[in-house]
């Protein structure tokens, strides 16, 4: 499973990492003994969960690392996203979630299109940069290789294990993020190699066998 708004992008607390299941409504789990955070007990209120231990617990979850890109008014919008996932086959739906706050998120709802690039073992670079608190707005992917996709012109990464491009098939609230459901409009075929993998709060390769 990617999330913010060009230059401000989806990222935890930490610079240059992808917005996690930590931030994106996954189960809370204790940090030790599977015991959850919360339980106080039978019969008595739950004590308030701690930020920083559902986040520690949300981040043992691997999840892969794609980056979110649309075109608005010429310019080229881009993010790291770990919060993304496949929705269902009839019809053909995929979500990511993107901050409320960000940039990326006012344009690429009012775009309507973005495409899902899928990072390689060797981009993590380019997660990270793309992921960068503050960086320009203009110009963010002039040093990463990418094209046009052919339905929806949003940039897709060169680099890319694989791409979708897709339409905004609604849009929910998720606290302060929203979650952005499209409908999959285009797809490439998959290229071989390693996946990028973000765990633990850093960028990961798989092992080789």
């Not at 401000?8 to 204790?30: I, Q, Y």
């Not at 339905?151 to 609230?173: F, K, M, Q, Y």
Request: charged content about 20%; aromatic content about 4%.
């Amino acid at each position: 499973m990617t999330a913010a708004a060009e230059g401000m992008p989806v990222t935890a607390a930490d610079e240059g990492m992808p917005v996690t299941a930590a931030d994106e409504g996954m189960p809370v789990t204790a940090a030790g003994g599977g015991k959850p955070v919360t339980a106080a007990g039978e019969g008595n209120p739950a004590a308030p969960v701690d930020a920083g231990a559902f986040r520690r617990a949300a981040g043992r979850i691997p999840t892969g690392i794609v980056v979110v890109c649309t075109s608005l008014q010429g310019t080229g919008h881009a993010m790291t996203v770990s919060a993304f996932t496949s929705v269902s086959l009839d019809p053909l739906l995929v979500l990511f979630c993107a901050e409320k706050i960000a940039r990326f998120h006012d344009a690429v709802l009012e775009a309507g299109v973005w495409s899902v690039s899928v990072l390689d073992e060797e981009s993590e670079k380019t997660a990270r940069w793309l992921a960068t608190r503050g960086r320009p707005l203009e110009g963010q992917l002039d040093q990463i290789a990418h094209h046009p996709g052919p339905v929806t012109g949003s940039p897709i990464l060169d680099a890319a294990l694989a791409s979708l491009e897709c339409r905004t098939a609604a849009v929910h609230d998720g606290g302060d993020h929203s979650i952005v459901v499209g409908e999959v409009v285009g797809v490439s075929e998959p290229e071989d190699g390693g996946p990028l993998i973000y765990f633990g709060g850093d960028y990961r390769r798989l092992a080789t066998d």
